[in-house]
């Protein structure tokens, strides 16, 4: 028997220590520049790939780690992730994932109501959230354009050029927001795109616009979450989108690759992009062949904390990134680009001839920078429970006061 392809505790026990931060006096291994070939040491090989893997990695959970729409994970998901990898279950056959495929089943529709939708699956990110609903547009509804406003996520852009469809921006006011009386007036034949949430700024499209197209698509992969949370009426109107897409990996702290699309008529529109073939039991719903379990580790979070556990985390993000609006607000040398939504704060110094010198004061993962009507700024974003707002203002005051 190979032993390699069943559990080793000791293994495993050492890869959680060294998870544990139990690395640090531990020589790193050199990594080849081509593949070796001969194998090594599995032990000797945990302790010296931790100093890379585990050591130059950015920690998301850190208290002033700030800039990005990526969280911390619960640990939780590390361990059902570890089961995930282990029994490597495939989807697409029920034979080889008759549990899995029902976890998904059970925790979409648990998902569903909050959104107006009534079914939908998991894809690996809101990239292929966005690309299936479109899809599914053009199948189910004959659309021939993608209209969104300049702020909508790339991946919008590279749906439509995938699937030859035409695409069209509409332009934004200066903080983001799409304009809505410059809409094309004759929408029969075109997919109109609304952000809930933005990438930038954090803004939400006008969903009352939802409904007014051939088909409506939402891109809430940032903000959808808050649907399950006290602020879920900032995104009144998404029920009458034909098609959501939220992101697990972003406020729904789930490791990466996880997603969910949603559908309001789910059989409907699952028809236009569901495949059969010789070999499968069951048809190929989406654009996914093989994909992996990743409704597991969703479903252990969403039952560790349910939905008031879920809620009180986005919510106290949003608290964050309020503190911190505030307290850019207040100080006299810096500017914030409107109130943050969605736990979007988009700041810079008002003397903007210290935007690069601020930059580099500031700890490394506190900001990101983005361009907004050609001008730069800096955007924090509160997808980290951790992060202490105390700790963040003392960065940002420190940066701002050395001379
Ligand atoms: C992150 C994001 C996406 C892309 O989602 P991935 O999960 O990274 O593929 C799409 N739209 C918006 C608004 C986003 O913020």
Redesign the pocket.
Known sequence: MDKDFTADPQGLRLAVDLLQGNHSSVEPIDLPEALPETGSDVYALLNGLAPHVLGKATRLGDATAFAH?DPPTPWITWATTLWNASLNQNLLHPATAPVARDIEERIVKWLVPFFGMNGGHMTP????A?LTALWAARECAGVQDVVASDNA?L?IAKAAHILGLNFKTIPTDRYGALVTDVLPENLRRTALVL?A???GTGLIDPLHLAGKAAWTHI?A??AGPLRLSSHASRLAGIENADSV?V?A??WLFQPK?S?LVMFRDVDKAQAGITFGGNYLAVPNVGVLGSHGATAVPLLATLLAWGRQGLATRIEHCMTLAEQLGEFLQNDMRTEILLPPQTGVVVWRPKDTQQFDLTLRRLPPGLVSTTRIAEERWFRCVAANPNADIHLLTHSILQALDQK
């Open positions: 729409m990110g809101s990239t292929l966005n996520h991946s952000t949430g933005t990438t891109d992969a940032w897409a992101s990996h972003k690759e997603a």
